[in-house]
């Protein structure tokens, strides 16, 4: 079974920083790249960020762009979100995303989020 635990969530005010960890496990895990989502209260699930291990390609949300920065570990099934200049509109849970190859092909686990709320 693949485990997917997100770390980092909390309480800050505008203007903070906050850094989430996610590490992924599994005895026949074979991940291709990870990234992180945001769900506001109220609204749907987004994307935010996510590194490809294959030459460490990264992508952003618009919305995040030139605040947030993702990295990770390839080896070690681990993704990181450092977040700058937080803002009230980042509040909500984020989920750790794992993209993996399986016999079948392609496959993503998701972990269970992490809360962060911004407000002053």
């Known amino acids: 079974q693949v485990q997917v635990v997100e770390s980092g969530g909390g309480l800050v005010q505008p203007g903070d920083s906050l850094r989430l960890s996610c590490a992924a496990s599994?005895?026949?895990?074979?991940?291709?790249?990870m990234g992180w989502f945001h769900q506001a209260p109220g609204k749907e699930r987004e994307h935010v960020a996510t590194?490809?291990?294959?030459?460490?390609?990264?992508t952003y949300a618009d919305s995040v762009k030139g605040r947030f920065t993702i990295s990770g570990d390839a080896t070690k099934n681990t993704v990181y979100l450092q977040m700058n200049g937080l803002k009230p509109e980042d509040t909500g849970v984020y989920y750790c995303?794992?993209?993996?190859?399986?016999?079948?092909?392609?496959?993503?686990?998701w972990g269970q989020g992490t809360q962060v709320t911004v407000s002053s």
């Open positions: 995303a794992v993209y993996a190859t399986i016999v079948a092909g392609q496959t993503d686990y």
């Open positions: 599994g005895p026949t895990l074979r991940t291709f790249a």
């Open positions: 590194i490809t291990w294959n030459g460490s390609r990264t």
